[in-house]
């Protein structure tokens, strides 16, 4: 058995499994997908840890417990259309359940491509889902983030139904914000 594949069975059984991720198709792919694949050489070492790396300036993994939370979050469906948005490590696991993935990590996140899209699932935090993401959805549509206002965050789920949208919360978690997605400050009296 070399090292990486020891170290996505060792990340699966401590992090994942641990943290009522029960969807076995995300651990089964957590479990042959490289992590390291994802980022650049001099930090494929930080693939397999608690932590966030960053595989771009200003973009990083979620940690493997809140990626595979929010991937099973979305409810996948084998067959449906997703929209991954700063989300690589999130659009591969997509695929092993069967969803074909637009990949979207442009300068200008906040204006992905139009869907309809049946998932839209980002890895990163924002003061508050932009309503281009919403309108990318299909109705029945899921939108998966973390929504930040301060120190921390919460996983939050949008549903587009005929006549608007629904929005649940889930797991706490707390990643760096995407550039240019930050909460907007304001003063009021």
């Known amino acids: 058995m070399d090292d990486t594949f020891a170290a996505r069975l060792n990340m699966v059984e401590s992090q994942v499994r ?38 771009a300036p200003g973009r990083r993994l979620l940690r493997p417990r809140d990626v595979a939370k929010l991937v099973q979050l979305a ?62 959805l299909s109705v029945g549509g899921r939108a998966v983030v973390i929504e930040r206002q301060g120190p921390a965050g919460r996983a939050v789920v949008y549903l587009r139904t005929a006549e608007g949208f629904g929005r649940r919360t889930g797991f706490d978690a707390t990643p760096a914000f995407l550039p240019g997605l930050e909460p907007q400050i304001g003063f009021a009296f």
Request: proline share 9%.
């Open 75 to 136: 409810a996948p469906v084998a067959g449906e259309q997703g929209l991954a948005i700063a989300a690589p490590y999130a659009a591969s696991l997509l695929e092993a359940c069967g969803v074909s993935v637009t990949r979207f990590d442009d300068e200008a996140l906040a204006r992905p491509p139009s869907g309809p899209f049946d998932i839209l699932v980002c890895e990163g935090a924002m003061g508050q889902i932009p309503a281009e993401w919403l309108e990318a």
């Open 18 to 55: 641990t943290a009522d991720v029960t969807d076995l198709r995300i651990q089964d792919a957590m479990r042959r997908i490289p992590r390291e694949a994802f980022l650049p050489a001099a930090r494929a070492y930080q693939a397999y840890a608690d932590a966030e790396p960053e595989y």
